[in-house]
């Protein structure tokens, strides 16, 4: 989306969280916005519903009650931002910088976390961010609530991960010790 067509948008949606006339919900399913400079956007319920927003600057940009539904967002920089009330079910969030965001009551239902920063988060599920580790020396997220764990290109309960974990690295006991020592670790912060 050109940047005159996207500032008519915005400012249409504007109107409209005002009531004002002439104001009109923004509309961006399925809209181009990768690398686009959104700081401090005030989008609030507007609907980006599988929009592309990969390496957006969204930092303290009010995206609370709004449909980010399967919208692709690997990359973004959403530090500070309101995602409260926001829909992120099915969202790619794979190493977007969500510190200090506001998560409380989103929906990150099959939201894709990995490599995510969720570094002082506000949230209101319990995340764990195991950072450097494993073969690839990346992320692993943990989520309490949901019994759900992001890391590489595993995604799944606790369990299915150790048994993913024995199965892939039996051969390789640093990897296979670190892997075990995370699982051990969380499990010791769920009980």
Known sequence: MDSEKLKEVLEKHSQWLRDGEGGERADLRYADLSSANLSSADLRSAN???????????????????????ADLRSANLSSANL???????????????SSADLRSANLSSADLRSANLSSAI????????SCIGSRKDSTIYCFE????????FTGTLDDF??????????????????????????????
């Open 48 to 70: 980006l519903h599988y929009a592309n927003l990969s390496s957006a600057d969204l930092r303290s940009a009010d995206l609370s009650s709004a449909n980010l539904s399967y």
């Open 84 to 98: 409260r009330d926001a829909d992120l079910s099915s969202a790619d969030l794979r190493y977007a910088n969500l």
């Open 123 to 130: 949230t209101d599920k319990r995340y764990i961010v195991l």
């Open 146 to 153: 949901d019994d759900k764990i992001w890391c590489g290109c």
């Open 162 to 191: 150790e048994q993913a974990v024995l199965k892939t690295h039996a051969d390789n006991s640093v990897w296979l010790k670190e892997y075990t020592g995370a699982i051990a670790y969380i499990r010791s912060l769920k009980s």
